[in-house]
């Protein structure tokens, strides 16, 4: 039984996993390679970073987008908008959460934009990210929008998110109910 136990420790032992490496040939390691330079926060990491988001596979970007947003500072808006258009929707919905995790107010409009994607995965990570920025009123009118919007799961989060904005809790689920409701 010794023999038995002692062999399989030495073969999962030797069993390697995936490395951390920003320039290997996996998309799934160079992902990882990006989400462990955003646990640094030099300069040498972050130019690394801003590399790896035109990387071309959508898992390396979406790393990217998380680890700027590790390292968390308000100018990489600049990086991060241009992602919301990528041509993978998976991108384009961590772009917007990553909008709504930097906290920049100049990215709200790409938000009230993102509600107008063909994915409704998308439309519902902007939806999250506009109720990040709190009650201001260009959020407050997209999410309006919002809710009258055909996908049910997008129309019922953006309800949810109006009425932990407002605290108003009778307001039909409507555009136009919402749309009385606020000033």
Known sequence: MKR????????????????????????YERYLGVRELGERRDADAVREIVKL???????????ALEALCDVGRKEFLQHVLP??????????????????????????????????????????SAVRALASFGKRPEVTRALVDAVGEKEPSVALLAHESLQDLTGLRDVARTREAWSKALP
């Open 83 to 124: 992602r919301a258009k990528h041509a993978h929707p998976m991108v384009r919905s961590y772009a917007c959460r990553a909008v709504g995790r930097l906290g920049n107010e100049e990215g709200i409009a790409a938000l009230a934009d993102a509600l107008k994607d063909p994915e409704a995965a998308v439309r519902r």
């Open 53 to 63: 988001l035109d990387d071309p596979h959508f898992l390396v970007v979406t790393g």
């Open 4 to 27: 038995v136990s002692v062999g399989l420790a030495l073969l999962f032992g030797s069993c390697g996993g995936p490395d951390a490496d920003t320039g290997s040939a996996a998309p």
